[in-house]
Nanobody
Framework: VQLQASGGGLVQAGDSLKLSCAAS????????MGWFRQAPGKEREFVAA????????YVADSVKGRFTISRNNAKNAVYLQMNSLKPEDTAVYYC???????????????WGQGTQVTVSS
């Protein structure tokens, strides 16, 4: 599986962004998908994850109520809608695919290249 994340950019605090992750392959629905982020000087952290058929989701407490993960299996894509962005959301955001089950840990099998999100105050 190859993953290509896009949609990052420079925004102001309070703005919204929607990240997209396009996946190759014909078995996209068999993968749980996750979003992670890594800020400069910090470890990579979990943001959100969604099961293969979209019926289960996890969202980190730090973004709960502001970020929403979704997927469109017909388009081989997963999305991260980010609202009410804060400067502390500034990071490189990565999408990842995991065979079968959804997870909050970073033991995903495939990773995209990352997209930069910068939130100015």
């Amino acid at each position: 599986v190859q993953l290509q994340a896009s949609g990052g950019g420079l925004v102001q605090a309070g703005d919204s962004l929607k990240l997209s992750c396009a996946a190759s392959g014909r078995t996209f629905s068999s993968y749980a998908m996750g979003w992670f982020r890594q800020a400069p000087g910090k470890e990579r952290e979990f943001v959100a994850a969604i099961g293969g058929n979209g019926d289960s989701t996890y969202v980190a407490d730090s973004v709960k109520g502001r970020f929403t993960i979704s997927r469109n299996n017909a388009k081989n894509a997963v999305y991260l809608q980010m609202n009410s962005l804060k400067p502390e959301d500034t990071a490189v955001y990565y999408c990842a695919a995991r065979t079968y089950s959804i997870s909050r840990s970073d033991d995903y099998d495939y990773w995209g290249q990352g997209t930069q999100v910068t939130v100015s105050s």
